[in-house]
């Protein structure tokens, strides 16, 4: 008697499963490759890059891009996108500034950040209730807020000079910024809260098959409008921050800057389709972009080249999420 095998049916599972592994680790371990050899570049080609207060500077001016980005890592793996972010930062720089003198520094920086918050609400709202599809409803809100940005400054810039205003963005502790603490604060908030509890797994599960996180009892909306709020109330703070450490608000203030955070969360690995990402490797993908920007300044690139270069690492990063799930 002859026994029958089917080898035939091993040997494709067994040799898609490699190129598969191959490629998720390329997404989520590539930007601590990319990372390290842009770093040990400019410490060669440059003298002045290792210094302290090179790379204080480079932490700290990534500080308001690194806030957003960590929300917005809880936002895109949960299937939501948020366009409006650039808009909501300036009108919460704005806010603060316009409220310092009638209400004093610190409850002028509150009111700031809570009108990041209700800005981040409303685009829960629209995108969750409202059904209306993320990107439209957060490039619609975000010409709404950018145009009550405009209201707020009446098309001017507007100078504080009330005391204690710049102490959130210009002050230090043992030489390091407070905007650098407030974003490791923020990073390790947002990453435990991702892989730590239980509203973390809801989130990855409204991302990644947000059915079936209905069928098993998730709130998919409720989930998906929190990670709305947070960031918005993440765009309020880096908003404050800047605008304390300027002692200015400016209606436009934030141009671009949804580029920057959307660029450095897709470069960290985050799936843009949902369900997958890691706020660690958001906070390498702002530090990645950073000391790009730094290197070309250092080493007196043509500006032009860099958007050049940034503008490759960003399609790559895409082209390798899409491929990656197209070989599941």
Known sequence: MTLVTEPEQAVPTA???????????????????AFLAVFVFLSIRSEVFLTSGNLLNV????????????????????????????????????????????????????????????????????ATVGRINPLVATLSSSIVVAGVALIVTEGFLISVDT??????????LFGISYATYLWGAFAVLCGAAL?????????????????????????????????????????????VLVASRVSTGQADAGTGMEMQVIAAIVVGGTSIWGGQGAVW????????????????????????????????????????????????
């Not at 409220?99 to 685009?123: C, D, K, R, S, T």
């Not at 204690?164 to 002050?171: A, H, S, V």
């Not at 972009?289 to 690492?313: E, H, K, M, R, S």
Request: proline letters at 3%; aromatic letters at 6%; charged letters at 15%.
């Open 15 to 33: 040799a898609g499963r490699p190129r598969v592994v191959r490629l998720s680790a390329v997404r989520e371990y590539g930007i601590v490759v």
């Open 59 to 126: 932490l700290e001016q990534s500080a308001a891009v690194g806030i957003i980005a960590c929300a917005g890592t809880l936002l895109l793996i949960s299937g939501g996108f948020d366009l409006s972010v650039g808009a909501t930062f300036a009108l919460s720089g704005a806010v603060a500034a316009k409220m310092a003198e009638p209400l004093g520094a610190p409850l002028a920086l509150l009111v700031g950040i809570a009108a990041g918050l209700a800005v981040g609400l409303l685009n829960g709202v629209l």
């Open 163 to 172: 005391p204690g205003f710049d102490r959130l963005g210009q002050g230090e």
């Open 195 to 239: 892989n730590l509890t239980t509203y973390g797994r809801r989130v990855f599960a409204a991302g990644g098959n947000p059915e079936a996180a209905r069928l098993s009892g998730i709130r998919v909306d409720l989930v998906r409008a929190s990670t709305y709020a947070l960031s918005g109330l993440a765009a309020g703070v880096a908003g």
């Open 281 to 328: 490797r958001t906070v390498l993908g702002v530090l990645l972009l950073a000391l790009i920007d730094n290197g070309f300044n250092l080493l007196q690139v043509d500006p032009i080249y860099q958007q050049i270069l940034q503008g490759a690492i960003i399609l790559a990063a895409v082209a390798l999420d899409a491929w990656s799930r197209q070989r599941r």
